[in-house]
Nanobody, 121 residues
Framework: VQLVESGGGSVQTGGSLRLSCAAS????????MGWFRQVPGKEREGLAT?????ITAYADSVKGRFTISRDRLTMYLQMNSLKPEDTGMYYC???????????????????WGQGTQVTVS
């Protein structure tokens, strides 16, 4: 059971990045998937969710700029119009269908990736 993020890096304000999260070890096709961000000294926050029903949800801070999508076992986060406040460690996570959905808290996600750093300057 493994989630591996990639695609992070450094970008200038207004730029774009596309994060990927590759899932392996079990069939995640019908699982809920989410992207989260954490900065030092703050709690991990949810940014975008694509749940087992196909419903998406976004945090107000990224709505209209970030887009979550998936292609079977790979999940993506397209990030446009990046701002310095988007800087942080980005994590993908997976939660079981029927249990985890767009209304769920972080605790509903049971598998997490190791994170990828995004720096916007």
């Amino acid at each position: 059971v493994q989630l591996v993020e990639s695609g992070g890096g450094s970008v200038q304000t207004g730029g774009s990045l596309r994060l990927s999260c590759a899932a392996s070890g079990r069939n995640y096709v019908k699982w809920s998937m989410g992207w989260f961000r954490q900065v030092p000294g703050k709690e991990r926050e949810g940014l975008a969710t694509l749940d087992w029903r196909g419903i998406t949800a976004y945090a107000d801070s990224v709505k209209g700029r970030f887009t979550i999508s998936r292609d079977r076992l790979t999940m993506y986060l397209q990030m446009n119009s990046l701002k310095p406040e988007d800087t942080g460690m980005y994590y993908c996570a997976a939660g079981e269908p029927l249990i985890c959905d767009v209304e769920s808290s972080l605790s509903a996600y049971i598998y997490w990736g190791q994170g990828t750093q995004v720096t916007v300057s």
